[in-house]
């Protein structure tokens, strides 16, 4: 056992306690029943059952926080774009009905980005594009779905089909 599950352990049994007691307070004939007095318990059985509960939290929180740094990075790794390496070389699914294969490779490293873009106006003049264009469009992923601006604060290159 680590000396952190043992604070945990410790904060858990605290916090049970203080809970424990205003409950008490709260509900006087129910804390007869299990002995409650306060912050006291009087049962030793009801004794065991809060420290074998806060037993169980302090556990379930050491696994949380063990846990936290590999959660985080496969949250970022949802967030970021996906990164594909120079010189990949890839393959597009064929549609039913579609005979053409397309392969290509990649020139340079590309990071791909599930955005769609909802709004695009063409604009004959160079002089009509403003320093820094903005992108109407909609970003998704496996927990985010928005609907708003997007700025592009770095380089944005586009592939365009249809």
Same mark, same amino acid.
């Given at each position: &056992? +680590?000396?952190?599950? @043992?604070?945990? #352990?410790? =904060?858990? @049994?605290?916090?049970?306690?203080? %809970? ?6 709260? #509900?006087?004939?129910? *804390?007869?029943? !299990?002995? !409650?007095?306060? +912050? ?8 065991? &059952? !809060? ?5 169980? /939290?302090?556990?379930?929180? /050491?696994?949380?926080?063990? =846990?936290?740094?590999?959660? %985080? =990075? ?5 967030? /970021?774009? #996906? ?6 070389? &890839?393959?597009?699914?064929? /549609?039913?009905?579609? =005979? %053409?294969?397309?392969?290509?490779? %990649? ?15 063409? @604009?004959?003049?160079? *002089?009509?594009?403003? +320093? ?14 928005? +609907? ?10 586009? &592939?365009?089909?249809?």
């Amino acid at each position: &056992m +680590s000396k952190r599950f @043992l604070e945990l #352990y410790n =904060q858990e @049994l605290r916090h049970v306690r203080e %809970t424990a007691a205003e409950f008490a307070a709260a #509900y006087p004939k129910v *804390a007869r029943r !299990l002995a !409650l007095d306060g +912050s006291e318990v009087e049962d030793p059985y009801v004794e065991r &059952m !809060l420290e074998g509960f806060a037993f169980l /939290s302090g556990r379930v929180q /050491s696994k949380i926080e063990a =846990q936290f740094p590999r959660f %985080t =990075q496969h949250l970022l790794n949802i967030v /970021s774009g #996906y990164k594909v390496a120079r010189h990949a070389r &890839m393959r597009a699914n064929i /549609s039913s009905g579609e =005979q %053409t294969a397309c392969e290509f490779l %990649t020139t340079h490293d590309v990071e791909v980005w599930p955005l769609e873009v909802a709004d695009a106006r063409y @604009l004959p003049h160079l *002089a009509d594009i403003p +320093s820094h264009p903005e992108i109407r469009g909609r970003a998704e992923g496996g927990f985010v779905s928005c +609907s708003r601006r997007l700025t592009a604060s770095r380089p944005v290159r586009l &592939m365009l089909t249809g």
